[in-house]
C-alpha cells in the first residue's frame, strides 16, 4: 500500500501507481528537507515506482541567490560510478571475456608477483566489493589518504596535485610497489584504486578508452545522453556548483574516472534505476549478486547483507534492498533500489557537510517508508 504524509493531511492510497500521490510525497520531502535544513543547499530527488516516473527539487544551487536546480542540472554521482563499472564487467562476464573468479594478473602485461598473497591472488571480484586489499588510491601517498589531517589543503587539491600527468602507465607501475597485508577477500578495505583497475582491464578487454566504452555499454542504449565524465563547456555551466562544509566551493577531483567520475541528471539516472530495478538484462542480475556475505543478522535479529559488484545488497523477509552512496568535497549522491516493490530512489545533493549528510540519510528513509510499507530500510 502506499502512504504518505503530505504538508496538509495524511495521504493513502490502495494503488502503488498514483501518479497524484507519489508527487504529493516527493515535493513535500524535498521542501521539507531544504526547510529543515538551512545550511543546506539544494536537493534533486527521483523516483521510479512501478510505471510511475517523478523528479522534485528544492533550494538554490547557490546559497543566496535565486538559483533553483534545473531539470538539466549536472551532479557528480562519485562513488555510485563505481556500479556502472560494475555492471561493465559483468557484461564482460556475460560475454565470456573474463571471470570473476580469475587472477587479475591474466589481464596485466608483465610479473606482479606482490598482488598476491598467502597463496592467495587478487581475483576480478575483489575490484569491486572492496577485498582486493589494494590501497585506497594510486598513487598511494599519506597526503591522499582520506584521513589525513597533516595537509592543511583540502583533499580534492592534494588529490589534484598528485593527479598532474598521472595515467595509466603511472597507475600500473606504482601497482609493482603495491604489498599486501592479508589474502586477498579475506577483509573489507575500501578502494578506487580497484575500481580503475577494473577499468583498465576492460579498457584492455574491449580496445577502447572507459568513457567510450561506457557509452556504449550503459549510456547509449539507456538514453543517458547527459551523463558524461569529461565535461565540454555547455556541460560545465550545467553542472551544480558544490559547497564544502565551511561555505566554500569544492573543486572537481580528477583522475580515478572509473571509481567516481561519472556526472548526471535526475533524468538520466531514472532510466539506469529502472534499468536496474527490472533486472531483465543479465549482467544486471549478475552486478547484484553479493560476492561476499556479512557474518549475522542486519535487521536487528533478521536479514542478511553483502556486497555485489560495488552494489551493497541487504534482504529482509525475501525483499532487497540494493544501494549505493557517493561523496566527493562539495557534493553527495544516494541510489537505493528495491526490485521486488518496482521501486527506486536518486538524491543528489551539492552540499556536503555532515548535518546535510545525515539529513539526507534520513530523506531517504522517510520516502521509501512514506512510498510503501513494504520498503525494505537502508542498514544503519
Excluded: C
Excluded at 566527493?328 to 545533493?349: F, H, M
Amino acid at each position: 500500500m502506499l502512504i504518505g504524509v503530505t504538508s496538509s493531511a495524511a495521504l493513502a492510497q490502495s494503488e502503488p501507481t498514483n501518479a497524484k500521490a507519489v508527487r504529493a510525497i516527493v515535493d513535500d520531502a524535498a521542501a521539507r528537507y531544504i526547510q529543515e535544513n538551512p545550511q543546506a543547499a539544494a536537493i534533486a530527488i527521483g523516483v521510479v515506482y512501478g510505471p510511475v516516473r517523478i523528479q522534485s527539487r528544492a533550494g538554490t544551487l547557490e546559497p543566496g541567490k535565486a538559483r533553483p536546480p534545473r531539470p538539466d542540472t549536472l551532479y557528480p554521482l562519485a562513488s555510485i560510478t563505481k556500479t556502472f563499472t560494475g555492471t561493465v564487467l559483468a557484461q564482460a562476464v556475460i560475454e565470456k571475456r573474463l571471470s570473476l573468479a580469475d587472477d587479475i594478473r591474466k589481464y596485466l602485461d608483465g610479473a606482479y608477483p606482490n598482488l598476491e598473497f598467502g597463496g592467495r591472488a587478487i581475483l576480478v571480484s575483489d575490484l569491486l566489493d572492496h577485498r582486493s586489499g589494494l590501497p585506497f588510491i594510486l598513487p598511494d601517498r599519506p597526503e591522499l589518504a582520506p584521513d589525513f589531517k597533516g595537509d592543511a589543503r583540502p583533499y580534492t587539491v592534494r588529490v589534484n596535485t598528485a593527479m598532474q600527468g598521472y595515467g595509466r602507465d603511472q597507475f600500473l607501475s606504482d601497482l609493482h610497489a603495491v604489498k599486501l597485508t592479508a589474502k586477498p577477500g579475506s577483509h573489507y578495505q575500501y578502494s578506487n584504486a580497484g575500481a580503475q583497475l577494473a577499468a583498465y582491464i576492460l579498457e584492455k578487454l574491449y580496445g577502447l578508452p572507459y568513457e567510450q566504452l561506457l557509452r556504449a555499454k550503459i549510456l547509449t542504449p539507456l538514453r543517458m545522453n547527459a551523463t558524461t565524465i569529461s565535461l565540454s563547456p555547455a556541460d560545465q555551466k550545467r553542472l551544480a556548483p558544490g559547497w564544502d562544509d565551511k561555505g566554500q566551493r569544492a573543486i572537481l577531483p580528477v583522475g580515478d574516472e572509473a571509481a567516481g567520475g561519472l556526472k548526471s541528471t535526475t533524468d538520466d539516472m531514472l532510466n539506469y534505476i529502472r534499468w536496474q530495478i527490472d533486472e531483465t538484462d543479465p549482467a544486471v542480475r549478475l552486478s547484484h549478486e553479493r560476492v561476499w556475505t556479512a557474518k549475522g543478522p542486519v535487521f536487528g535479529d533478521q536479514g542478511t547483507f553483502g556486497v555485489g559488484l560495488n552494489w551493497q545488497v541487504a534482504e529482509l523477509s525475501g525483499r532487497r534492498v540494493i544501494f549505493q552512496d557517493g561523496m566527493i568535497e562539495g557534493y553527495s549522491a544516494l541510489v537505493v533500489i528495491q526490485p521486488e516493490l518496482k521501486l527506486g530512489i536518486v538524491l543528489t545533493a551539492n552540499q556536503l557537510d555532515e548535518k546535510s549528510a545525515a539529513a539526507e540519510r534520513g530523506l531517504m528513509k522517510a520516502l521509501l517508508t512514506a512510498l510503501d510499507t513494504q520498503a525494505v530500510p537502508l542498514p544503519e
